[in-house]
């Protein structure tokens, strides 16, 4: 089956604390893509990632912290520089191309995290 | 600067009470507008692309169409399954590639 996994599905931490969500894809996505999702609002984008040893900041990427050291995996970090951290994160994938063309994200079932 | 706006934010339906979620976006220059359906707790499921003008797509009881300034998704005869959060995203012309902008959602009701 191929597809996006994301754990732990609940992660629950201690104010001060760095955490690190995992996102893992078997689709061959050259892409991936992390965002955060509140109550009320749409899906904001945290980090991209275009190609292996590439990333770029979404549009809230103050706190966090992205690696892509491999093509399958792309792990994000949240910091205790992150003010408001509790939050739905959902990790994405998707196919690259040429520059005039937009590809469907697909999406990991989500982690929930809580920090208090 | 991009945006993306769907209405109504809630829309509550009997079974079989067909009705259309309107999303409006300002961009510059549009690559691809994306309908996504969201249980709750869960990832976006992918629906349909739709690229320009005039374009249609459908998928059961869902159909997606597009003009210059808004898409619509239209449900015709819904079933409770129906209900669920619809999010509307599209990718913008000079924003960087595969960047997304995301509408708020319509949370759609199905009562049987």
């Known amino acids: 089956d191929g597809g996006i996994t994301q754990s732990p599905k609940y992660l629950f931490r201690k104010e001060g604390q760095n955490v690190t969500l995992s996102c893992e894809q078997n689709l061959n996505h050259d892409a991936m893509y992390w965002y955060r999702q509140d109550p009320g609002q749409g899906l904001r984008l945290i980090y991209y990632?275009?190609?292996?040893?590439?990333?770029q900041k979404g549009d809230i990427a103050e706190g966090y912290s992205v690696s892509r050291e491999k093509k399958e995996s792309f792990p994000l970090t949240v910091t205790s520089a992150q003010k408001n951290p509790t939050a739905f994160y959902l990790c994405a994938s998707s196919i690259t191309g040429g520059s005039g063309d937009a590809y469907e994200q697909y999406f990991g079932p989500g982690t929930r995290l809580t920090v208090t | 600067e991009d945006q993306v706006t769907q209405s109504p934010e809630a829309l509550r339906l009997q079974e079989g009470e067909s009705s259309s979620l309107n999303c409006s976006y300002t961009v510059s220059g549009l690559r691809g507008l994306f309908w996504y359906r969201q249980d709750p707790g869960k990832g976006p499921e992918f629906l349909f692309t739709?690229?320009?003008a005039g374009e249609e797509k459908e998928k059961e009881r869902l159909k997606a169409t597009l003009t210059k300034k808004e898409s619509f998704l239209h449900i015709t005869a819904p079933k409770p399954e129906d209900s669920a959060t619809y999010l509307c995203?599209?990718?913008?012309f000079g924003a960087g590639r595969g960047k997304l902008i995301f509408g708020q959602g319509t949370e759609l009701s199905v009562k049987p």
């Open positions: 990632s275009q190609i292996v040893n590439d990333f």
């Open positions: 995203a599209v990718q913008a």
């Open positions: 739709l690229y320009s």
